[in-house]
C-alpha cells in the first residue's frame, strides 16, 4: 500500500508542478501584455502629435521659406509616423468619414467595409486619442493591439493546452509502461511457480497410490486426492496466465457451488457461509470455470481474513436482461471510501503480509478475459464489504 500510494502522490505532484509552471507563465505573460499594451498606447500618442506636427508644418511653412532646420524636423515627424509597421491605425475626420490608415491590409474596392469593420473593434478596445487642428478642426485616432501583443496574450494558453496534453499523455505512457512490466512479471512469476509446483504435486500422487497400500482410512485419501487435483487445477492456471484462456458454456452454479464447497470444508467452523440463490438452478455463459472459481476463493479468502475467521458471507445471484450479477457480502471490518478506488490496484493490500496481487488478477480475469466487471458495491467500516460481478450472458 506504501508504495502505491508514493506512486500516486509522485504522479499527483509532476502534475501540480506542471500547472503551477502554466499557471506563473499564465500571470507573467499577462503582465508584460499589459505593459506592451501601454508601450503601444504611448507609441500611437506619440505618432499622434507627429502627424499634427507634420500637418502644422505643412500650414505654417512655404517651401521657399523652410530653414534646414525645420525641414530635419519635418522629415523627423515623418520618420517616426512611419516606424510604425504593427499597430493598426485608423484616423477619422470630424465629421466621421476615413482619413488614413496604417498597417490594415484590403483590396482597394474593400476599404471602407473593411475599415468599418476594423474601426467597430478599436472602438471597442480603447478610448480615441484626439488630434486638435487650428479654427476648431480635429481628428481621431483609433488603434487596437499589434499582432505582436495579440500572439503573446495567446501564447500563455496555449502553453498551458500543450503541458495538459502532455501529461496526459505522459501518464497513460507510464500506466501502459507499468502494466506491460507488471505483466511480464506476473506471467514470469505464474510460469516458474507452474514449473516448481510439477515435481512435488507428481510426488505426492505417488504418496497417495502408496498410502492406498497401507490401508489407510479411505475418507483421509479421497481429501488427499481432492487437495492434489486441486494443486494440479492451481499449476494449470498459473501456467496458462499470459495467454488467452478458453471461454466454453459452462453452468455458472455449478462452478460457484464447487468453490464454495471447497472453501466450507476448509474454513473454521466459526465462519458462515449464507447462500441465497438456488444451488440447483442452470446458469449457462461463456466462462473459464478454472480461472472463475480461482477469483470466488480469493474473495472469500479475503472475506474470511477480513472478518477475523468469524463472520458470515452472503453469496447471491441474480439474473438481468444480458447479465448476471453475483453478491458477495461479509460482516469483516469494510473498506474505507478513500481505499475502494485503490483497492483493485497492483501491490495494494492492507495486510501486514501480502503482495497485493489477489484482487488485482480477480479483476484482470473478470474484466479482461471475461469482458466483465468487479467493483465495491457497498461498504461500512465495522459492518462490512459486498463485492459484485457482473458477467455477460
Known sequence: MD?????????????????????????YTNWLTKRMAIE?????????????????????????????????????????TEFNSTIPIIVVNSDGSFNTDHNIHYPAE?????????????????????????????????????????????YPVIQLIVILIFIVVAYFAFNATNRAEQNQVWVGMSKETAHQLGTPISSLMAWIELLKLKNVDPNLIKELEQDT????RITERFSKIGSKPELLNVNLIEALNSAINYLKRRSSDKVKFEIKYDQ??????????????WVIENLCKNAIDAMGNNGTISIDVSEKADQVCIDLTDTGCGVSKKHQKSIFQPGFSTKKRGWGLGLSLAKRIIEI?????????????????????????
Open 369 to 393: 478475459y471475461h469482458s466483465g466487471r468487479i467493483y465495491i458495491k457497498w461498504s461500512e467500516i465495522g459492518k462490512g464489504t459486498t463485492f459484485r460481478i457482473n458477467l455477460n450472458k
Open 40 to 80: 503601444e498606447r504611448n507609441k500611437v500618442e506619440i505618432w499622434a502629435e507627429a502627424t499634427k506636427g507634420i500637418i502644422d508644418a505643412g500650414i505654417n511653412i512655404t517651401s521657399p521659406e523652410m530653414s534646414q532646420l525645420q525641414t530635419r524636423y519635418l522629415n523627423f515627424l515623418i520618420m517616426v
Open 110 to 154: 474593400r476599404r471602407n467595409e473593411v475599415l468599418k469593420r476594423e474601426l467597430e473593434k478599436m472602438q471597442d478596445y480603447a478610448e480615441p486619442i484626439r488630434i486638435e487642428f487650428p479654427e476648431e478642426e480635429y481628428q481621431l485616432l483609433y488603434y487596437r493591439e499589434s499582432s505582436i501583443l495579440r500572439n503573446l496574450r495567446l
Open 3 to 27: 508504495i502505491y500510494l508514493k506512486r500516486r502522490r509522485g504522479k499527483i505532484l509532476l502534475l501540480f508542478i506542471a500547472v503551477l509552471i502554466g499557471v506563473a507563465s499564465l500571470l
Open 229 to 232: 487435483a486441486r494443486l494440479e
Open 280 to 293: 440447483q438452478a442452470t446458469i449457462e455463459i461463456p466462462l473459464n470455470a478454472a480461472l472463475f472459481s
